[in-house]
């Protein structure tokens, strides 16, 4: 089997930075795949196989070891980590391992990401071998920050009954006020947190610059119970725009409360309504809303938001509907081409699911325009 290919040596990896032009790399002598003991090698045009080397071939990379064998799964390389699929090309993006319930974030290049990480309204902290921080609080150069268990920083939002400001200290005078006797109770504290790690923290955020006020009921079950098609439906929460206060009975119902609040600060698009209706009528994920949500626009945007806001709905939307999820993460402003994707949205090998990505900007050592139109060889093109 023949094939075109570049060599970089390991020695030059700093190269992936696509600092220097591929044109420095060694020229285009021909060479060949070899299959041996359930590996693969490649051998140059002078006898010898590749060793300790990268090598670019069909829009793909591969790295060979000192024994001249593909690399595949994670793998050490000059003191970087990175991750190479099945067949032999390395993977960039967000990565999965099912096995420990890591998660790892392969920059373009290639390297896991340590430190910091931006994605949209979010923030992310991965340790010195590129695992994401997963815990409730870590300390970090000398600060401590407290996290969701899906690793966002809490930032502009509550875990529990707290709220944390875009540095992640805690603000006293925004903490969720209790109207009630009763004090909540554990799990309604863990659900509070649970479903404030999915909404964007730009709205919470907006909501106090605003001046609202976020106010638990415990005392109370409800604040309506109208007939709708689906019967008796309690309605759980209440957005008072003459005081701006948004009331809740159930933590479950904050997403469709801080979506109809989302309402009065976005500008209307039918597109992405006609979108999302269309996506119900194909999905099997998401439960349709009563129609006591179909009687106002606001309450129309609460049952998409409250949806979006839920990960297997979400990730069955962006299977679906890719663009159309995109049209509503654009209308928000909180579209991210390194969003951190939910577990549905991963392959079996850990690697994020092809989606729909015709007119995307290609990223990273792969992204080299001279070279996207060659065929590919070698184990890689088994899989074509």
Not at 283 to 298: F, I, K, L, Q, T
């Amino acid at each position: 089997m023949q094939a075109k290919y570049r060599i970089l040596t390991a020695g030059l990896a700093a190269l992936l930075s696509l600092a220097a032009p591929l044109s420095a790399l060694a020229g285009e002598p021909a060479g060949t795949w070899e299959e041996s003991s359930k590996t693969w090698r490649y051998r140059t045009e002078d006898g010898n196989y590749l060793t300790k080397a990268w090598l670019y071939d069909g829009g793909k990379w591969y790295y060979f070891d000192s024994f001249g064998e593909m690399a595949t799964d994670q793998t050490r390389i000059n003191g970087q980590y990175y991750f190479f699929h099945s067949d032999g090309s390395m993977a960039s993006g967000w990565l999965l391992d099912y096995d420990r319930n890591d998660w790892y974030f392969a920059d373009e290049t290639g390297a896991f990401h340590t430190g910091w990480l931006s994605s949209g309204p979010d923030w992310y902290w991965f340790d010195s071998r590129g695992r994401l921080y997963q815990g409730s609080r870590h300390m970090i150069d000398g600060k401590l920050y407290d996290f969701y268990p899906n690793g966002k920083l809490v930032s502009d939002n509550y875990k529990e009954l707290r709220y944390y400001d875009a540095d992640g200290t805690h603000v006293a005078s925004r903490d969720i006020t209790i109207f009630g006797d009763r004090r909540p109770y554990t799990q309604e504290k863990a659900k509070i947190t649970e479903v404030c790690s999915e909404i964007p923290s730009s709205f919470i955020r907006l909501f106090h610059e605003k001046g609202w006020e976020l106010m638990f009921y415990t005392d109370r079950n409800y604040f309506s119970a109208p007939a709708t098609d689906k019967g008796i439906d309690y309605i759980r929460y209440k957005l008072d725009k003459n005081y701006k206060k948004l009331k809740f009975t159930d933590p479950a119902a904050l997403p469709a409360g801080f979506g109809e609040f989302i309402s009065l600060m976005v500008e209307e698009d039918p597109d992405v309504l006609a979108d999302y209706y269309q996506f119900l009528e194909e999905s099997d994920a998401a439960e349709p809303h009563s129609s006591w949500y179909e009687a106002d626009p606001g309450r129309q945007f609460a049952a998409m938001f409250d949806d979006y806001c839920n990960p297997a709905v979400r990730s069955d939307w962006r299977r679906i509907d890719p663009a159309g999820v995109e049209k509503l993460e654009r209308l928000l402003g909180i579209y991210a081409e390194n969003r951190k994707p939910n577990e549905g949205e991963m392959n079996d090998d850990g690697t994020m699911m092809a989606m729909d990505t015709e007119g995307l900007e290609i990223r990273g050592p792969a992204g080299d325009e001279e070279l996207l139109n060659r065929k590919s060889s070698g184990p890689a093109a088994a899989l074509e």
